[in-house]
């Protein structure tokens, strides 16, 4: 499978050769390194990527998730270019910051005043923040292999790709394990809990809930492999939060696809986190909520949180996000909802037609595979579901780009809206011949 990847793509290898002399591994995003080397893409043109020596894929990356119009939407392409001919940054507010608010405030039930950053990773940061200053409190509870960024309070028991969930001390007490270069000081300040786990959550909030800032969480799981709170645990979060004075905050930065879970599934959050394909393609970051919590950063109020960013809010992304929103429909999203189903049902046909457990879980346009039978119900039984599969795993993601199709390394697999019934079929089938290539190492 290497062998054929490398033969087809010469060009890939000749740039990534290049790319090592001036970033360290070639790359600069961890999540899109692989072996041999990364296919370099080209371009894109709606559910197609070309890469440099010309090979086509489908296209079931969606840059992880972060794109749901495909490559060149006309609607966006013209926005993005017309605001760039006007002013990318002009350096002050422009109608489309509130025009972009309002957009996002029809759609989350939880938004009532929102700010503008420039990543899903600065709106998490600035919703933890927020809930601290409007809080008074330093504790943060995160789910253990949660994913929120990159920024230092989120990387405490991170599901690190392609590695395992840094153990817990599940009593509610941070462990000290951090990933290097966090300081141990970010330990005693943020808690990881499985997902899923009313027993520990209970006794988390119990034993510490008058210092807990807020509960950061996503609806569903994504880097840990589309686990889904349950319904149950995520009105749990909601009453014991309410009850001991600690913010609620969900993180639909990729969920945002699926119509938002506090639209489709509740409960509503006090706080809420947005990026990706809000942008249109552009780099955003929005966090948002109640007005009484995002009222601490009104510069006329008392004692006001100063929040500056020179990009945030810079109008190419407003203007690509509101195109982005206009063609993002109920519509679309029920088509979404319809595909993604028809993908994970075939993708399992295909696995048991071949006699391989293997379980195909997620929600709408975001469908991720795991080895095995059953869902996953926390980051650790993720782990358990990987361990020792690493390798196999890294030849689907060759063997599929090498049938061409693209995925994310990681297991994730998104539809999006140019991606066809045709594509899935097709794609169902490939990964069906993929699977029973590598039967000899399934098992
Ligand atoms: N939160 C979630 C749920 C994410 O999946 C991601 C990115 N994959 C982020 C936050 C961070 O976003 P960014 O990469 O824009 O910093």
Known sequence: ITAEYTERTPRSQEAFARACRSLPGGD?????????????????RGGRLTDLDGNEYRDFLANYGALVHGHDHPALTEATTRQLARASAPGGPTPLQYEHAERLIARVPSLERVRYCNSGTEATMWAIRTAR???????????????????????????????????????????????????????????????????????????????????????????????????EYLERLRS?????????????????????????????????????????GLPIGVFGGRRDVMDIFDPQGDAPVYHASAFGANSASLAAGCAALDHFSGEDIDDLERKGNRLRGLLEEEASAIGIAATAVGQGSLTYFHFGTGDPRNAAETTKRREGREPLRALVHLALLNRGFATAKHGLICVSIPTTDTDIDRFARAYGSVLEELRPIVE
């Open 28 to 44: 600069t995003r961890t999540m899109t390194s692989y072996k041999p080397y990364p296919t370099y893409f080209a371009e894109g």
């Open 133 to 231: 200053a409007f809080t008074g409190r330093d504790l943060v509870i995160k789910m253990d292999g949660g994913y929120h960024g990159t920024h230092d309070w989120a990387e405490v028991s991170p599901f690190i790709t392609g590695g395992t969930a840094v153990p817990q001390n599940l009593s509610g007490l941070p462990d000290a394990q951090l990933p290097r270069g966090i300081p141990s000081v970010v330990a005693d300040c943020v808690c990881a809990v499985p997902i899923n786990d009313l027993d520990v959550i209970e006794r988390v909030f119990e034993e510490r809930g008058e210092e807990i800032a807020c509960v950061i969480v996503e609806p569903m799981m994504g880097v840990a492999g589309g686990i889904r709170a349950r319904p």
């Open 240 to 280: 014991l939060c309410t009850r001991d004075g600690a913010l609620l905050v969900f993180d639909e930065c990729v969920t945002f696809r699926l119509g938002t879970w506090q639209a489709r599934f509740g409960p509503v959050p006090d706080l809420t986190t947005l990026s990706k394909i809000i942008g249109g």
